[in-house]
């Protein structure tokens, strides 16, 4: 501890770790994701269309696992459904409890309607276990038809067009959370939910340029160009906005220069020097905005554009969660007296160490592998193109 005759007793310690860097990390991969998707269903984005159906099941799969971190971070998790049963008006977690389980329930019911007619299918088909799965799915059909068809596209298109807002809650609802804290300077500013929800849609699209590009890979099937480079276009838009954003933050408290700027500012250049400086502003803004800017040019090759846009995405993924560590970690290292800084070391083992963070992360991944045995993540052309 750094300046302890200046740090309180409540300050001696980081109370939020690495399970609450997680928590929104995650949740910004859900919205990304399903906005993603509805450019596809809503606003009919056809080049996009190879990616469609794998952003939405992606959302579902990561939304489950969304709250994992907090049950873990939790000392009696089970106590998280009181929230529920005895829901508070002025609570914001019992807000987003409501608004988890709505989004959640939208997410399910429209993979089931983009899904239904293959589910329909294998029902007749498939026999043994897998064929009674797939005919509880169908709930008791076994005929799709035109009229049917057309009222799932309706309704596809109508919970997507809900689901957008939805999503902007969802993750501008953890920056929220943050902006509402008065007490920490760092995380008390409007543009707080703003700049998560940005980074959400930053981190969805790289997130899913990087497991197209990946599954492709695995299931020896080439890319489609034209998809990867219109999400490329799309990734290096979001980026300029997040990156602005943040930095337009950090300019505004600079230039306000208020009492708690000088821990501010050695917070950034001292205790958050790598992270910050070097992760999140060099390695996981600059050079992704540079990769980027390379790969959506008009006439690149193929064969050059799609590992420039892998590589600038999985950059992009560290710095979001750079992001997030960076918030939510480095707002609890200086004291409210604005004199001492707090230290933290970084556990590898336990329930808010290294491991269990990988767990969680490989949780969702899990989960996607076996929705794509379950159902056809990729349309007949997508499979048959190598």
């Given at each position: 501890m750094d300046g302890s005759s200046f740090v309180f007793p409540n300050d001696s310690h980081v109370a939020w770790s690495i399970m609450i860097v997680l928590y929104p990390y995650i949740t910004g991969l859900v919205a990304g994701a399903f906005i993603v998707s509805s450019l596809y269903h809503v606003f009919h984005q056809e080049v996009l269309r190879p990616v469609a159906r794998l952003a939405l099941v992606k959302a579902l799969c990561f939304c489950a696992f969304a709250t994992v971190p907090l049950l873990l971070h939790l000392h009696h998790p089970e106590r998280a459904f009181n929230i529920m049963i005895t829901p508070s008006a002025t609570s914001a977690m019992s807000g987003?409890?409501?608004?988890?389980?709505?989004?959640?329930?939208?997410?399910?019911?429209?993979?089931w309607l983009v899904f239904r007619a293959d589910i329909v299918a294998r029902a007749r088909s498939a026999r043994g276990p897998s064929g009674l799965l797939y005919r509880i799915l169908s709930f008791g059909d076994r005929e799709i038809t035109k009229e049917s068809q057309a009222a799932d596209a309706w309704l596809i298109r109508a919970l997507s067009i809900v689901g957008i807002p939805a999503a902007c809650v969802l993750h501008g609802y953890v920056g929220f959370l943050f902006g509402a804290v008065k007490a920490?300077?760092?995380?008390?500013?409007?543009?707080?939910?703003?700049?998560?929800?940005?980074?959400a849609v930053v981190s969805g699209i790289a997130a899913l340029i990087v497991l197209y590009l990946f599954m492709s890979w695995r299931r020896n099937v080439t890319p489609d160009a034209a998809c990867v480079r219109s999400l490329s276009r799309y990734l290096w838009s979001s980026l300029i906005i997040a990156v602005s954003l943040e930095m337009l933050e950090l300019v505004h408290m600079a230039y306000e220069a208020g009492a708690e700027w000088h821990v501010l500012s050695t917070l950034l250049t001292e205790r958050l020097a790598v992270s910050y400086g070097v992760v999140q502003v060099l390695i996981g803004s600059l050079c992704p905005f540079v990769l980027l800017l390379l790969a959506i040019h008009p006439r690149r090759n193929?064969?050059?554009?799609?590992?420039?846009?892998?590589?600038?995405?999985?950059?992009i993924l560290v710095q979001v969660f750079a992001m997030?560590?960076?918030?939510?970690v480095g707002g609890q290292l200086f004291s409210k007296s604005f004199r001492g800084f707090v230290e933290f070391p970084?556990?590898?083992?336990?329930?808010?160490?290294?491991?269990?963070?990988?767990v969680v992360l490989t949780l969702p991944l899990i989960a996607l592998w076996v929705a794509g045995r379950l159902l056809p993540l990729w349309s007949a052309d997508e499979s048959c193109r190598t």
């Open positions: 987003f409890g409501i608004i988890y389980s709505l989004y959640m329930l939208l997410l399910v019911v429209e993979v920490n300077p760092w995380w008390s500013t409007a543009l707080m939910p703003v700049i998560f929800l940005a980074s193929p064969k050059m554009m799609m590992p420039l846009s892998g590589l600038a995405s999985v950059l997030r560590w960076n918030v939510v970084l556990s590898i083992g336990g329930r808010e160490g290294l491991i269990a963070a990988a």
